[in-house]
């Protein structure tokens, strides 16, 4: 097999795994009861919150942990008033385009790379957008967006807002799903008052993930009951999965630049490899601006589905645009975006690369990809 | 017809194969349908596998799996090394088949959406579709036979389809492909794992496709306004209870009365407009019996096969065994007193191994 789609799912390394493993039987007990094994449950849980906090800059008490991504960037949307608006990116994930339907909304465009268009974000910023909400990464195309600028940005319009008189909040809310292992990322420094964090991205466990929440910002439980994690997400507490994520996060602290060379050189392999194909490539996004480990392509004239059915026969896993859109057959609103064709469109392919990749693999995967892709251009045109 | 990324590939077919016949072959994503697609290849076709998008509805908690069955019927596609198509039928689909299903069951009667589906969209929108694109033939993964234009039995009698097929045009028929007319459901699956296709060990579709698993009844909730009320014994009048909507019960049925202990109770009587359910325990009630029914909307396939003595088989659902009958006006009487089926059913004709057409119950 060769797996390259690691911006869909992750391997559990053994290292995690086994760190979770006596959480779910010897300390089974719930970390909310009073005897003493329990309590030292309750210690190990609460040195892992510190542990994920502690790699972005935070405290263990910043965060609320919550069953995935999906849930904590539903959760962060809960700042917003009655009457506050919240801005999101075009590109944004389902998670955050779905959810936030539930309020007033207005959507941010993009340029061709995917990067925020920030004349736009600036024309936006009404009085009562209390929330903007942009990833780090872009799920399918890996762009990277510019936090720290965006939160700048911000900053002025809450000082010109109080000059104004006016008080209404204005945050910025940011999904880290993709490119936590890639990059450095400190809460102070990006200036982010929300961020989700998702373990299954990194070599955690699924189905855990948490929301940064900075100082004096309110937020409104989307459950209530025991009052786990100060009220805001009641339920017992997932003691394995967060140990396992925190583990795994452990395991790539300080590794981000090493890892971004390596993945720099493997996608240039790829890159070479996929140029002799009888069609020529597009390769999307702008790599300046683009998770190392992303490679979003296009062969346009291609179905992207049929090489997926393809390559995965060869045991070769690779997605087309993002495997949420793909499942509903709807064409990818990211690719659409940055301004693709629907021919454009139908022949992309989301190839992600991550723990399971070396040279050797890449290689060989680039070799396969090549010969499919060229088998498909003989089967149309002879 | 919406041009969508998945009809991409649509677009390019038929290119340098003009030395073999070519067959649009409906896929469903089941194993059926992928077998009929490597039979139709190993016979030298130039086939096409087509996904015929019909309506769904989709709320949450209710998902028609038209999405995972499209993925499955393009990858068996593309392993084949076949073209691909989607046809998007949803609006015909809903019009000529959900809207159908409805007013039948508004009306307080049983229809078969399958049958509506065969007649109005495989064998008329997509053989129609089928042949505009270049078609030479039409197939599908039905248990079936075409022979001399005749719609006839398939092989495997236990698996035969015809009771839904009996409606379909003569013309579809005379260009219609069965590959599965001459193998057994065991043969099916057998040649399904030699080539390694992915969904022979997929579970059988049962039931009306776009309801999907949630089931008919919450799938008429949604669009029938139901009222509650008595459910009474036939015999007695008595009250024995109270059912959620008077539509929701069969003539004959079993299952699902709210009235619990002793013998089972069968409904045997519907009475909308009081909105009555009268049930009994009596099996020989009169009522759940009979030696005649009377058709509507009669289709004879072909009048020249009627065996002039009128003396014919009948299938009264699908897989039950073949009874003898007399047909006559638009009446079919049996011998021998039969289970009552309910109004809305059809009843299959045949004579040897040919469907003769049939009819719906009237009521």
């Not at chain 2, 011998?335 to 040919?354: L, M, N, P």
Request: net charge neutral; glycine share 8%; charged share 25%.
């Amino acid at each position: 097999m060769i797996y390259l789609d690691h911006a869909s799912a992750t391997p559990v390394s053994d290292k995690v795994l086994r760190a979770m493993t006596p959480f779910m039987t010897d300390d089974f007990f719930n970390p909310s009861s009073a005897y003493l094994p329990a309590v030292r449950v309750r210690d190990a849980y609460e040195n892992a919150k510190n542990s994920i906090a502690n790699s972005i800059g935070a405290k263990g008490n910043d965060l609320v942990i919550t069953s995935g991504a999906t849930e904590a960037n539903a959760l962060a949307m809960t700042v917003v008033s009655k009457n506050g608006k919240i801005l999101v990116l075009e590109t944004e994930h389902a998670s955050i385009l779905e959810n936030v339907k539930k309020y007033k909304f207005d959507i941010i465009k993009v340029d061709k790379n995917g990067l925020i268009n920030l004349d736009d974000l600036k024309s936006k910023l009404s009085d009562e957008v209390e929330l903007v909400s942009v990833s780090l990464a872009n799920n399918e195309l890996g762009t990277i967006q510019p936090l720290a600028e965006i939160s700048r940005i911000l900053k002025e319009s809450r000082l010109d807002r109080l000059k104004r008189g006016i008080t209404t909040q204005l945050l910025l809310h940011s999904d880290s799903s993709q490119g936590l292992a890639l990059l450095e990322l400190n809460i102070a420094r990006l200036g982010v008052d929300l961020m989700t964090l998702n373990s299954a991205k990194i070599c955690g466990p699924k189905g855990v993930g948490a929301l940064y929440v900075g100082h004096d910002v309110r937020l409104t439980p989307l459950t209530s009951g025991g009052g786990q994690e100060r009220g805001l997400r009641a339920g017992t507490e997932n003691v394995a999965g967060v140990i396992g994520f925190a583990t795994a996060i452990e395991a790539i602290r300080g590794h981000s630049s090493a890892a971004r060379k390596k993945y720099t050189a493997l996608v240039s392999i790829l890159k070479k490899e996929l140029e002799k194909a009888k069609i020529a490539p597009i390769f999307l996004g702008n790599a300046k601006h683009q998770l190392a480990n992303f490679l979003p392509v296009s062969f346009p004239g291609l179905d992207a589905e049929r090489l997926v059915f393809k390559l995965e026969e060869q045991e070769v896993y690779v997605s087309t645009g993002a495997a949420c859109s793909a499942s509903k057959g709807e064409p990818s609103h990211v690719l659409r975006a940055i301004g693709l064709t629907d021919t454009e469109i139908a022949g992309s392919l989301r190839l992600s690369l991550g723990v399971l990749n070396d040279e050797e693999n890449v290689q060989q995967a680039g070799k396969i990809i090549r010969k499919v892709v060229d088998d498909e251009v003989r089967r149309i045109y002879g | 017809m919406a041009k969508t990324g998945v009809e991409q590939s649509a677009a390019r077919v038929n290119n340098n194969k003009g030395k073999h016949p070519t067959v649009f072959l409906g896929m469903s994503g089941g194993v059926d349908s992928s077998v009929s697609a490597i039979l139709l290849k190993e016979q030298g076709y130039n086939v096409v596998g087509v996904y015929m998008k019909n309506w769904s509805k989709d709320l949450p908690g209710m998902k028609c799996p038209w999405a995972e069955d499209l993925a499955d019927a393009k990858r068996v596609a593309t392993k084949l090394d076949m073209d691909f198509m989607v046809f998007d039928f949803e609006k015909e689909y809903k019009q000529k088949v959900v809207d159908y299903m409805l007013a039948e069951f508004k009306a307080g009667r049983t229809p078969n959406p399958d049958i509506m589906c065969n007649e109005e969209i495989k064998f008329k929108l997509f053989f129609e579709e089928a042949t505009k694109r270049g078609a030479d033939y039409i197939a599908t993964g039905h248990y079936a036979k075409s022979e001399d234009g005749k719609l006839k039995l398939a092989l495997d009698q236990n698996k035969d389809q015809t009771y839904f097929l009996y409606r379909i045009s003569k013309d579809a028929v005379k260009k219609t492909l069965f590959p599965l007319a001459e193998l057994k459901k065991p043969e099916v699956k057998e040649l399904a794992k030699k080539h390694g296709l992915a969904n022979a060990y997929k579970k059988e579709s049962m039931g009306v496709c776009f309801v999907g698993d949630v089931g008919m009844k919450d799938f008429l909730r949604e669009y029938i306004d139901i009222t509650p009320g008595e459910i009474r014994e036939l015999e007695t009048e008595a009250v024995l209870g109270y059912h959620d909507g008077a539509i929701f019960y069969t003539i004959g049925q079993r299952h699902g009365l709210y009235v619990g202990g002793g013998l089972p109770y069968y409904v045997v009587k519907k009475d909308l407009e009081k909105n009555i359910v009268y049930v009994s325990k009596n099996l020989n009630a009169k009522d759940l019996w009979t030696k005649a029914i009377t058709l509507d909307n009669i289709f004879i396939r072909d009048g020249s096969d009627f065996p002039k003595d009128g003396k014919i088989m009948v299938r009264l659902r699908h897989r039950a065994p073949l009874v003898p009958a007399i047909f006559e006006k638009n009446h079919v009487l049996f011998d021998e007193e039969i289970k009552t089926i309910a109004a809305g059913q059809s009843v299959v004709f045949y004579s040897g191994d040919t469907c003769l057409g049939g009819g719906i119950v009237k009521g």
